[in-house]
């Protein structure tokens, strides 16, 4: 069975508790999951702000929508352990480049309680089908050894050509075909990991790069050792995620949330396929399309009075 392990920070306070109510919410159906769990990492925070964490986990916990919350420990004889046994080097830094995360992913999955993790990062919006990426992990996993790693699709279809932005989604042509794909490259966003592949193939990391945060040398070593990721390309379930946290993700964050439910979305848009755009031009499309979804949600809402 599967663990479902969402990792915060106090950072994330601003919009952390709506984003689990509504990843806890579409994944309540899913059978495979059978233990919900918050990972807090308190580290570089104040007093006041961990507890206000905290006291989020509390409300999740005792609305039933998790199992437990756990803080990371990072008592130096923990630490030491953790990268050692991940890294070979108790003193590897538990950061990489611009204070990106290594220690808290490590930490996160040797906590877990389950043999596969679903492990999603704190800002993660989700838009699910019949949840089959996670429903048939257990078999996908079974059936090829070499896999290590299962992920969604990151990100709807958006405009790439010429043409699709003329004539739109009705001529879309995916760089990726349809269906199950399989790669040697990684996201820490979201992903299930088969706990006992990644310690007896990849551990430990051997990429000490002091640039190459955690997913890059998980996906340096799985290329070595010839292990792979499963993707389920799909346009019916993916991830979104903001490019950035900032004031405006958090203001629109109810009507992202609403849209990534709905499966709604602007198909002619920039960025990157997996990033909702939040700062500049960047966010029109999105503009555009929430402030037309509210227009006639209130117009419903007119006619029903």
């Keep these: ?19 689990a109510r509504h990843v806890l919410g579409q994944l309540e159906r899913v059978q495979s999951i059978d233990r919900r769990v918050l990972v807090f990492d308190l580290s570089n925070s104040t007093a ?37 046994r991940w890294y070979g080097d108790a003193t590897f830094p538990t950061r ?38 996670i429903e048939r992990a257990c078999d996908t996993f079974e059936a090829d050894p070499t896999i290590v790693a299962i992920v969604p699709m990151g990100g709807a279809p958006k405009a790439d050509r010429l043409v699709e932005w003329v004539i739109g989604s009705k001529v879309d042509r995916s760089r990726f075909g349809v269906g199950p794909q399989v790669t040697s490259g990684l996201t820490s966003r979201h992903l299930i990991l ?15 790069s002091v640039d190459h945060h955690w997913e890059q040398a998980m996906a340096t070593q799985m290329e070595q050792r010839g292990v792979r990721r499963y993707t389920e390309i799909s346009t019916v379930e993916y991830c979104w995620h903001p490019h950035r946290h900032n004031a405006r993700f958090v203001r629109w964050l109810p009507d992202l949330i609403a849209a990534a439910e709905a499966g709604k979305f602007p198909y002619r848009r920039t960025g990157r396929q997996w990033d909702i755009m939040t700062e500049g031009r960047g966010f029109w499309p999105w503009l555009v399309l929430l402030t037309r979804r509210r227009f006639w949600a209130w117009l419903t809402r007119r006619r029903l009075e």
């Design 48 to 84: 006041e702000d961990a507890g206000r964490l905290r006291a989020v986990g509390d409300r999740l916990l005792a609305s039933e929508a998790v199992d437990e919350w756990i803080e990371l420990d990072w008592s130096p004889e923990v630490v030491a352990n953790t990268m050692s």
């Design 96 to 133: 990489a480049l611009h204070g990106r995360a290594r220690y808290q992913y490590a930490q996160s999955f040797d906590i877990a309680q389950r043999p596969m993790v679903l492990h999603l990062d704190s800002d993660v919006l989700i838009h699910a089908g019949d949840f089959g990426w």
């Design 194 to 208: 088969h706990r006992e592949r990644v310690s007896n193939v990849l551990l430990p990391l051997l990429d000490h």
């Design 1 to 19: 069975m599967i663990e479902l392990s969402i990792l915060a920070h106090p950072a994330d306070l601003a919009f952390f508790e709506r984003v």
